[in-house]
Antibody, heavy 122, light 105 residues
């Protein structure tokens, strides 16, 4: 059974940092491209970061480029998002998401974690 | 930019509804549809504009290409009341529409 579980969210002051983790199980992690997608309270979905299976290709949304860093540890079946210089408008539920088929960069996400809430206060 | 219409649709169980997603430039068939219920992560329903996930009920169908896309739900059921998002994956950054909410008439 495919499972993704995010952790590391919480309350932080503007300018601070957080590191999110996503522990996965039930599939061969190194075969899949992964992303982080966020959702501000009461708002729509926003893709923010993507990493290929070997970490050789990474993309960021303009809204987080230069502040957030996506990474992965294939041996540990884990995905990470280092978030620095956090702003109030980074407040959101952060989801890790897996591409729906292996070995592809479709950027279509068939499996999602339940999300972790990040709240940035002023 | 993906624009979904309408923002909210009031419908009754048993009805057939069609949701629209318009792209500001061609995304070919690189368009997916997701369903999201309150407090839950999104669920992938349709990929490549018209291919239904094996886990999605047959009453969901997608169509279109280029800049105009639709999601049709034939015979709406109570569990279908949710927010629906389209998403393009042709170019980075991948983007979502703002969503269409289905609520009870």
């Amino acid at each position: 059974q495919v499972r993704l579980v995010e952790s590391g969210g919480g309350l932080v002051k503007a300018g601070g940092s957080l590191r999110l983790s996503c522990a996965v199980s039930g599939f061969t992690f190194m075969d899949y491209y992964m992303s982080w997608v966020r959702q501000a309270p009461g708002k729509g979905l926003e893709w923010i970061a993507y990493i290929s299976s070997s970490s050789s290709t990474i993309h960021y949304a303009d809204s987080v480029r230069g502040r957030f860093t996506i990474s992965r540890d294939n041996a540990a079946y884990s995905l990470f998002l280092q978030m620095d210089s956090l702003r109030v408008d980074d407040t959101a539920v952060y989801y890790c998401a897996r591409d729906f088929i292996p070995y592809s960069d479709h950027a279509v996400w068939g499996s999602w974690g339940p999300g972790t809430l990040v709240t940035v206060s002023s | 930019v993906l624009t979904q219409s309408p923002a909210t649709l009031s419908v009754s169980p048993g009805e057939t509804v069609t949701l629209s997603c318009r792209a500001s430039q061609s995304v070919r068939n690189n368009l997916a549809w997701y369903q999201q219920k309150g407090g839950q992560p999104p669920r992938l329903l349709i990929y490549e504009a018209s291919s239904r996930m094996s886990t999605a009920p047959a009453r969901f169908s997608g169509g279109g290409s280029g800049t105009e896309f639709t999601l049709t739900i034939t015979g709406l059921q109570s569990e279908d009341f949710a927010v629906y998002y389209c998403q393009q994956s042709k170019d980075w950054p991948s983007t979502f529409g703002q969503g269409t909410k289905l609520d009870f008439k």
